[in-house]
């Protein structure tokens, strides 16, 4: 049962980037959109993430001499994998995809702007330090329960659900309303760790309005 007054529909990353044809495109990833379409309908109270990289990021292996998308490199926070340029700021890529309904967002969390440091999780830059500002808000406004949907699963959705949840929200993932990128067994290794934290796993149909 859901409590529209009190629970918060996060919305993370349904951008064109990563939807199919995109620079870093999920496959599926725009048949989401009507499913949490009609979700964000279901809640009072709803915020987005937006990946949202200035040109040249650290992230990017166009940043690095040799080196290609999906290696491996240790920056000052730790090892990173490198992307594609993607969701650089004010470009196609990085605008929310056209059909996605965002007027009932209360706010909307960018992240990956710091051009030295990447941002998979909607609470914490990848530093695990650095925080977005997310979770004040939700503290501010008292949600206790935070329900997730968007891309990818295994990366964006999943690192902000087990921050969430470390930071001791209680936190629902909308399995149907993601998609994964699943690289190398990534998609079965988060929710191996779901499983480990107590991230529960729902599907659309089974969230309804309570009274």
Same mark, same amino acid.
């Given at each position: 049962? %859901? ?68 290696? !491996?490199?240790? %920056?000052? =926070? ?41 941002? =998979? ?18 503290? *501010? ?13 295994? =990366? ?18 909308? *399995? ?6 699943? !690289?190398?067994?990534?998609? *079965?290794? !988060? ?21």
């Amino acid at each position: 049962m %859901l409590n529209p007054a009190t629970d918060l529909f996060l919305i993370i990353d349904v951008q064109n980037d990563f939807c199919p044809g995109g620079a870093l495109g999920v496959d599926g990833g725009h048949d989401i959109v009507p499913l949490i379409n009609n979700l964000t309908r279901r809640f009072d109270n709803v915020a987005l993430t937006q990946d949202w990289h200035p040109a040249g990021h650290s992230s990017f292996a166009s940043s690095h001499e040799g080196k290609s998308p999906f290696e !491996m490199v240790e %920056l000052s =926070y730790g090892m990173q994998n490198l992307w594609p340029d993607h969701c650089v700021q004010g470009s196609f890529g990085a605008q929310f995809h056209k059909d996605l309904e965002t007027d009932k967002a209360q706010m909307i969390i960018r992240k990956g702007f710091r051009g030295d440091i990447d941002s =998979y999780s909607a609470f914490f830059e990848n530093d695990q330090k650095t925080r977005t500002g997310l979770m004040g808000f939700v503290q *501010e406004r008292g949600f206790k329960r935070v329900f997730m949907a968007g891309l990818a699963t295994d =990366y964006c959705v999943g690192f902000s659900a087990l921050d969430g949840k470390g930071l001791g929200l209680d936190v629902y993932v909308v *399995e149907d309303a993601c998609r994964g990128i699943n !690289m190398g067994g990534s998609l *079965e290794a !988060m929710y191996q760790q779901f499983n480990e934290h107590g991230v529960k796993r729902v599907q659309s149909v089974d969230l309804t309005v309570s009274g």
